[in-house]
């Protein structure tokens, strides 16, 4: 079945580092890959998308290559900011399975400054 | 435009009580999916709803069932509660054509005694 696989964390980073988080997945289908971040407390905010092959989904500084090849979708930023804190999930939408998200199980960033 | 909102922010039961949450959508948005996200783990899809029918389920046992109203609006009932279901219940709302764009509520936290 289809399946996210993320870095595992937590990622503690000084500020105005560089940043990756590694992400690839499994999936019977041609996958929409996503990108959300969650703050302390808040609920989940979609940081940006890929819908095909060799698309690059960027937002606030962040991007991810959709590789096809290596099925991956690895999350990079060239200098993270204090406000960057928070927890990334990367996940999956298939149409094969009726467009269900899959996610992964999240990666802690904490930034200091 | 209003976001997604969800209802109660916390609750408390008892193992064997039943449970509803509810979830009022987007503005313009027709589908509803419902998630569950344990402590320090991804969101896991329970089931999504669209035009008032389930159109879409993960791999919960059959006492998590849903509703979704002539408003798009949602609930999650939750029968026989274990410990286990203790967890950040999400909501999320998108457009039918676009579900892969999906904007999440802020949650409910249920915590089973």
Known sequence: GDSVTQMEGPVTLSEEAFLTINCTYTATGYPSLFWYVQYPGEGLQLLLKATKADDKGSNKGFEATYRKETTSFHLEKGSVQVSDSAVYFCALSDWNTGNQFYFGTGTSLTVIP | ?113
Do not use: M
């Open chain 2, 1 to 113: 435009e209003t976001g997604v909102t969800q209802s109660p922010t916390h609750l408390i039961k008892t193992r064997g009580q039943q449970v509803t949450l509810r979830c009022s959508s987007q503005s313009g948005h027709n589908t509803v999916s419902w998630y569950q996200q344990a402590l320090g783990q991804g969101p896991q899809f329970i089931f999504q709803y669209y035009r008032e029918e389930e159109n879409g389920r993960g791999n919960f046992p059959p006492r998590f069932s849903g509703l979704q109203f002539p408003n798009y609006s949602s609930e999650l009932n939750v029968n026989a509660l274990e410990l286990d279901d203790s967890a950040l219940y999400l909501c999320a709302s998108s457009l039918a054509d676009t579900t892969y764009e999906q904007y999440f509520g802020p949650g409910t936290r249920l915590t089973v005694t």
